[in-house]
């Protein structure tokens, strides 16, 4: 039985064989593709480009003659808002911890920290992480991505240590030591947000941490639980959608395995190349209905492609409505055309195609960022299958000549216990869920303390509340975001509270009825 797919990952030596196509776990949501090279505005937020010569290995002290050695540094892009309607020294830094892409996209769709920072004067941050957009190591990405070896210091815990080392250079150099920060981060930069403000808890005083599954290691939840959700959003918009998807992995199969299968499923497909295997087009429909659950919006989007309002219901719509005769397959091509041609523009489908550009989520995900993931038999609308650590090392070894090390990020980070761990020794904390969202099932849920809050949105998606605002905006969003703001709101005045400053909370509006 295939294991699930990596959704679009494309490794740095090529596609890889149909057995090593569980190499990493599912991908957070990445760009559609790059920003232009050098545009200061996305979205009618302006900003400047600026580069920062950061140290490529923090928790190593080499000799005088490698200190001066260019490779020992790279140029870390940041972008710094220019509304100026910051407050000056003293003022609140709004810190967007980036993920693994390129930063000028996150800018472009995280609109809640622009459109908040001038209520509270604060002053935008938007910091690229290494290995990914232009921040690359040892000059240039084919260097950086050469072998294990360049690869090596692409890690969470040096990303944060470079968000904590550039922070405290720019405090210094705007002469804002006193500024208070609040991180912002969503999905994998939001994981690095909450893992920053446990680590580094001087650096900033609080964190909004958006669909951030922290807890998908091990064995903290069920290895099932993400496709358990993708699969509960098929099912709570159409049964027999559901029930059409669960039985297409057989018919595609039986096809693929008959005398001219895979032109014939080329064909139905509309597929640029005839199919090698039936598994590529497996992979190729996975990855569709898993980002599709991601981004379950209640308003068009381009997020990852245009989409329409409600993108599942469509799917299961078009699935639903074919006329009596239509084959299984033909439906789901019906539905998944929707994903991949909503704009009606594609003319045939490339599944070499990877218009994420993140290659090095490959590479973490084979070293330090292991989730387990499954199929369950009965809940699932995909084929049964159980996570085997073994043969997902024996990848890893394979394409890189690393071993994972499944239990690191719970050793340096935390994860056991969560309750207990951050009641005690965590403060100022905003953990947000959207309940279609299937990386919810990784993340936090209840409150944990007074200061350590989870909102959780049961109509909500992928780190919806980031998202910049619309005029179509459904009431509970709205109240939801400016719930999150109260609460940010009042980690400032506390901070300036203490220190007699100029802040004065913002005005929250009360919220509207959902």
């Known amino acids: ?194 893992w920053m403000r446990l680590k580094y808890p001087h650096i900033a005083v609080g964190a909004l941490v958006s669909s951030a599954p922290i807890l998908q290691f091990e064995d903290i939840v069920p290895s099932t639980i993400f496709y358990d959700l993708v699969s509960d959003d098929f099912r709570r918009e159409s049964l027999s959608c559901f029930q059409t998807i669960k039985d297409s992995w057989k018919a595609l199969d039986d096809q693929g395995n008959g005398q001219d299968g895979l032109l014939k499923l080329s064909k139905t497909f509309h597929l640029c190349q005839t199919l090698k295997t039936s598994g590529d087009l497996s992979d190729w429909l996975s990855s569709a209905y898993s980002y599709l659950a991601m981004v379950d919006y209640p308003l068009p989007s381009e997020f990852l492609m245009p989409l329409p309002a409600n993108p599942i219901k469509e799917v299961c719509r078009n699935i639903d409505s074919q006329p009596e005769g239509t084959s299984i397959l033909e439906r789901i091509y019906a539905g998944v055309n929707v994903y991949y041609n909503y704009t009606g523009t594609v003319g045939c489908f490339d599944l070499n195609d990877d218009p994420h550009g993140m290659g090095g989520w490959d590479w973490q995900a084979c070293t330090e960022m292991v989730m387990p993931m499954s199929y369950s038999e009965d809940r699932s609308m995909y084929p049964p299958y159980k996570f085997d650590y073994a043969s997902y090392a024996e990848d890893c070894i394979k394409t890189y000549g690393v071993r994972p090390r499944p239990r690191w990020i719970t050793t340096e980070f935390g994860g056991h216990n969560i309750t207990r761990v951050l009641e005690k020794f965590g403060s100022n904390i905003i953990f947000f869920n959207g309940l279609l969202d299937p990386w ?43 719930s999150e703001l109260k609460i940010i709101s009042g980690w400032l005045s506390e901070y300036y509270g203490a220190r007699g400053a100029l802040f004065q909370p913002v005005a929250v509006k009360a919220p509207s009825a959902s």
């Open 1 to 194: 039985m295939r294991p699930p797919p990596r959704l679009l990952l494309l490794l740095l030596v090529g596609l890889l064989p149909v057995a090593a196509w569980a190499l990493a776990p599912p991908r957070f949501p990445g760009p559609q593709s790059r920003a232009r090279a050098g545009a200061n505005v996305v979205r009618g937020y302006e900003y400047e480009t600026r580069y920062f010569r950061q140290r490529l290995d923090h928790f190593s002290f080499p000799g005088v003659a490698e200190e001066d050695d260019a490779a020992a540094f790279f140029q870390q892009r940041y972008l710094v808002g220019r509304e100026g309607g910051w407050a000056g020294p003293g003022g609140p830094i709004f810190f967007y911890c980036g993920n693994e892409g390129d930063i000028a996209w996150f800018a472009a769709n995280s609109g809640l920290v622009w459109e908040a920072a001038p209520r509270f004067a604060a002053l935008v941050v938007f910091a690229e992480h290494r290995y990914y957009g232009e921040s690359m190591p040892f000059g240039s990405k084919a260097k950086a991505y050469n072998n294990s070896k360049s690869l090596a210091y692409l890690t969470a815990q040096q990303a944060i240590a470079d968000f904590a080392v550039l922070l405290t250079d720019l405090k210094r150099n705007l002469s804002a030591e006193g500024s208070p920060v609040v991180l912002f981060g969503g999905s994998y930069g939001g994981m690095l947000a909450a």
């Open 440 to 482: 919810s099932g990784g993340g936090v849920l209840k409150n944990i303390s007074e200061s350590v809050i989870a909102i959780v949105a049961p109509l909500g998606a992928h780190h919806i509340d980031l998202r910049p605002a619309t005029p179509e905006d459904p009431d509970w969003l709205v109240s939801l975001r400016e």
